[in-house]
């Protein structure tokens, strides 16, 4: 190659590995924010299993107290189950990508 071909696939390594770079370090950064946010979640699903099992204990007057129990207590086993989920593919994804 001639010295300005050089430079010029030169330049164009030197971009395209920046650009894979950034893409890598972008998605690292979802990742962790993503981390912290499941983090939250699971933390506050075990805020919601704690009221609503004491605010069970308080409902026997109330219908609209059971009725709203009932369903904040399928919302979060929903989302327990989401929780499960995800960390059962994520076991999966890191031993197919992370072999030992």
């Known amino acids: ?13 030197q971009r395209v590995a920046g650009m894979l770079g950034q893409a890598a370090w972008e998605r690292v950064e979802l990742l962790q924010r993503f981390s912290d946010d499941f983090e939250e979640m699971k933390g ?4 919601v299993k704690a009221v609503t099992a004491d ?4 409902s026997q ?28 593919n994520t076991k999966i994804w890191r031993s197919s990508t992370c072999p030992s």
């Open 1 to 13: 190659m001639s010295g300005g071909a050089e430079m010029i696939a030169g330049a164009v390594v």
């Open 44 to 47: 506050t699903l075990i805020t």
């Open 55 to 58: 605010a069970e204990k308080r």
């Open 61 to 88: 007057r109330s219908e609209s107290v059971r009725l709203w129990l009932k369903k904040l207590k399928s919302a979060a086993y929903n989302i327990e189950d989401m929780i499960d989920e995800l960390e059962a």
